[in-house]
C-alpha cells in the first residue's frame, strides 16, 4: 500500500483500465452468470451499506430477504419453506448438507451419493464435513442413474442429491425417483438447483423437480445466475425451516442472538437488486426470458448443425453441447468433463450474439 | 412469485418504502460495518457482473484481485503473501484452519487452541471440520492468557489462533508471544485482524501484530469494515502461498483448472471498489480516518465517564466498553458476554454523532 493517495479520476481512470482488460458479455458463452438486470444494479446502490448478518439494524432489508425466500419458496411450490440468501450454490449445497449431517448424528463413517454431474461445491462440502462422496455415474441423456443411485445409498448414507440443471449439460435428474429413494430409505434430498430454478419452472410443461415432488428435503437456487441479480446472491430453501435451528450458533453483541447462515456479515444490497428483478419481471417476464434463451438455444443448435457439428444431447435447458470442434477466436465457449463443446445460452447471449457467432464459424468451415 | 411483473416505480418505491425501516448509520453505535466510501459504490457500479470465479473472462478485474493483495500484503509487511477476496472474516477464518488441518493430516482428533475472545466463525468452523475447540481464558485486559494457552497445546493441536483488534473490546493478543509457541510448537498460527488489520498499521506505535511476527501463518483481515468497501470483501492471506494448493479441487468448464476458494462465483466489484478505496486514500489518507476514529472514542469515553459511566478497559483501538447502564432511546448499543456496554466508533461515528449521543446521555442522567 502507497504511502500517499491518488486523485479520485486517477483511480477511477486505473480502474477503467483495468476493466477494459475484462472480456465483453457480448463474446462469453461460457459462464451461468449473466449481466445484471439494470434495475437489480439501481437497487444495490440505495441498499449498499446493509447488512444482512445484523437483521435488527436493518429490519426493512431483512423483510426484503423475508419475501425473497417467501417468492422463491412459491416458485417451488411451497410458500412456507424456510430459507436464507447465500453467497451462491456452494454456500447453499454446504449448508443442506451440513443440516442432513446433524439430522443423522452418530454416524462414524457419512457418506452421501450424489450424481456424476454434480457441481465441485460437492467435493469441497464433503472435503470440509469429513463426508465419503459416493458418485452415481450417468444413466441415459446424462441424467443420473436412479437404480445404481438406490443401490449406492446403505446405513452410513445420511443425504443424496439431484441436480435440476446440470453445469455441464443443463439436465435434470429424475427428481421423482430420487424423492422415492430418500423417502424409501429416510434420507435428507438436496436438489440442487442453482441454475435450473429459475429456469425450469418458466419452461412449458417443466419436469417436476421441488417441493411438490414428494421427499425433497431442501433446494438450492440461484438469483445471481438466471435471476439476473447481482453477484452474490444465491439462495437455500428447506422445505421444514426449522431444521435451520441445527446449524444456530451464538453470537452474542449482535441483535440477533444466534444464526444459523455461514457468513456473519452478510450483503443486503445483492438481496434487494435480487427482490427488485423479480417484482419487475413477475412470473410471466421470466416466462418470456427463459423462452428467448430456448429460442436461442435452438438457433445456435440448429445453426452449428448446419456446419457439421453434432449436439451432445437434445437440452432440456439453455446449455447447447456439441461432439468436439473448433470455434472461432475471440469468442470464449468452454468444454464438458468428456470434452464436448459447451455453451450456455443466458439473456446476454442475445440472437444477435448468436448469428455474429454463426457468421464466424461459417469462416473456419 | 406473482403472475404479473409490476412497473418499475412501483417496484423502487416499494423498496424504498423498505429501506427507510432501516436505521440511519448516525445512530447505529454497534457495528463493524460502515457506510461504504462513495468511490467504491461508484466503481461497484462498474464492475458489477463481473465473476472472480472465472477469471479468464474477467483478467482485468482478476489483476485488480492480485493488487489488492499485494498491497494489503505491502501493509502487512510481507509482499509476497499469497491471497484471494473472501466474502468477509467467516470465511478467511474457516478457510485458514482448513489450510492447517490439510497440513497435519492423520492426526485422529485434531484441536485448535484460540482466545476466549474469538469471533463465533471459529465455532463454526470447528463444527464443519470436526475439530475439538480449545477456548483459552482471558488473561490481563481481555487479551488471551498466553501461558495458559501453551499449557492448553498438545501433540493433536493442529494450529492456534489470536486476535488483533477483539470484536468485543477492541483489544490486541500478544500476537509476538503467541508467535513464539507456534514456532516452538511446530504450529500453524492464524491472526484473525478481520477488524484490526485495517486499524493498527495505522496507529501510532503500534504493536506487532502481522507477518513481520515470526511464527504468523495467515491474517485475516476486512475490507468490509475499516477498509470502507461495499460488503462483501475480505481478505485472506498467507505467509506460504502455496499452501492454498491443499484446497484446490478440479474445476472443469471454467477457465481455471483448479480453485481453493471456498465459494464459485466470487464478486469482482466489491473487490475492485475495495482497492479504489486503497488507492484513493494510501495511508496517510486511513491514518487519518483512524486518528479521527480513535479521538471520537476517546471523546466517547471522556463524556461517558463525566455521566458516571465507568470504562470496562483502556481500549487499542476504537471500541468503546463501559460497566453496564442505560442508554437513550433510538440509539444502538450491544453488549459483550461480560454485561459490558459496547461502542465501536467507526468512520460514520462522527464527532457530531457522538456529541448527539452524549447529549441524549446527559437528558437521561
Redesign the interface.
Known sequence: ??????K?E???S??????????H?DH?L???????HE?????????????LG?P??????T??EDRLVH??G??MHHPKAGGYAT?????SNLQAI?IAKKLKPGIINPNIVVPASA???F??TC????LEMRTVPYGKNYTVDCDKMAEMTDKNTIAVAGIAGT??YGMIDDIERIGRIALENDLFFHVDAAFGGMVIPFLPNPAPFDFEVPGVSSISL?P??MGMS???CGCLLLREPEQFGTLN???????VKKECT?????????V?GA??V????????FRSVVAGCMENTRRLIEGMEAFGYVRAVDPVMNVATFGDGSVPKGW?V????FGHL?FVVMPHVTRDVVENFLADVAKIN
Chains 1, 2 share one sequence.
Open positions: 500500500m502507497e504511502e500517499k493517495g491518488c479520485r486517477e483511480v477511477i486505473l480502474l477503467s483500465g483495468y476493466r477494459s482488460e475484462d472480456l458479455h462469453i461460457s459462464s451461468m452468470c449473466t449481466i445484471p434495475i437489480a444494479v439501481s437497487v444495490h446502490e440505495m441498499f449498499s451499506g446493509t447488512n445484523d435488527g439494524l436493518f429490519p426493512g432489508t423483510q426484503i417468492s422463491l412459491e416458485l453467497s451462491g450454490g456452494t454456500e451440513r457441481h465441485f461445491s467435493d469441497k472435503d470440509m464435513l469429513g453445469t455441464e440461484d445471481h445466475k447481482t453477484i452474490p450458533v451464538d453470537t452474542p453483541y449482535l441483535t455461514l457468513a456473519g456479515t452478510r450483503p443486503g444490497a445483492d434487494a427482490y427488485a423479480i417484482k419487475l419481471l413477475g412470473r410471466e417476464g470464449v468452454s468444454h464438458t468433463r459447451r
